[in-house]
């Protein structure tokens, strides 16, 4: 069965270093998302993308966030700066059209564990 | 501004209880669509059911039921006959598809724990 896969599950940085989290969502979907979990919290929105654009973004989803599709199945998360309080699971999530329909489910990647000292 | 939530922190049961797990939503679209997920202990986020604002038929797949009211914005999970496996945490969500945003904004969760 199709499958949201992340790269990598872990990740240890240094604060003020850039990281990129990577994500191949499930090949016939159109939408993508990131979302983000810091430890014993809820699950939080950050940004969606359809059609090579930003559709949608949280306010958590400041200037030093940025994401990219840099070709036809990779889809990057990017954080310019870490902070302390960026240590957190990052999901990313695809879902289609199925049914003319683009509110279906989001299936879910395994996450990215990333942890700045 | 859509709201989810779920005041059940943690529930411990017994194998074999049944158990209900509590959703209140706050929307003002008309046209949203709620969802459940469960996040097992290794982590990630597991489809379980979507259901849009105007099916309120109650719907049932196996042990697992889920009962939408609209009049009370809730859309409650009940599992039948817990089992040790069902033990991690259950997140309700919405997505206000009347105001073309299809970012799920989800409860709190709710850790289940299935004592053998």
């Known amino acids: 069965e199709p499958e949201v896969t992340q790269t990598p599950s872990h990740q240890v940085t240094q604060m003020g270093q850039e990281v990129i989290l990577r994500c191949v969502p499930i090949s016939n979907h159109l939408y993508f998302y990131w979302y983000r979990q810091i430890l014993g919290q809820k699950v939080e929105f950050l940004v969606s993308?359809?059609?090579?654009?930003?559709?949608?973004k949280s306010e958590i989803f400041d200037d030093q966030f940025s994401v990219e599709r840099p070709d036809g199945s990779n889809f990057t998360l990017k954080i310019r700066s870490t902070k302390l309080e960026d240590s957190a699971m990052y999901f990313c999530a695809s879902n289609s059209v199925r049914g003319g329909s683009s509110y279906n489910e989001q299936f879910f990647g395994p996450g990215t564990r990333l942890t700045v000292l | 501004a859509q709201k989810v939530t779920q005041a059940q922190t943690e529930i411990s049961v017994v194998e074999k209880e049944d158990v209900t797990l509590d959703c209140v939503y706050e929307?003002?679209?008309?046209?949203?669509?709620l969802f459940w997920y469960k996040q097992p202990p290794s982590g990630e986020l597991v489809f379980l059911i979507r259901?849009?604002?105007?099916?309120?038929q109650n719907e049932i797949s196996g042990r697992y039921s889920w009962n939408f009211q609209k009049s009370t914005s809730s859309f409650n999970f009940t599992i039948t006959a817990s089992q040790v496996v069902d033990s991690a945490v259950y997140f309700c969500a919405l997505s206000e598809a009347g105001t073309g945003r299809r970012a799920l904004t989800f409860g709190s969760g709710t850790r289940l724990q299935v004592q053998p």
């Open positions: 993308f359809y059609n090579n654009e930003i559709s949608e």
């Open positions: 259901r849009n604002s105007f099916d309120e």
């Open positions: 929307t003002r679209d008309t046209t949203y669509y």
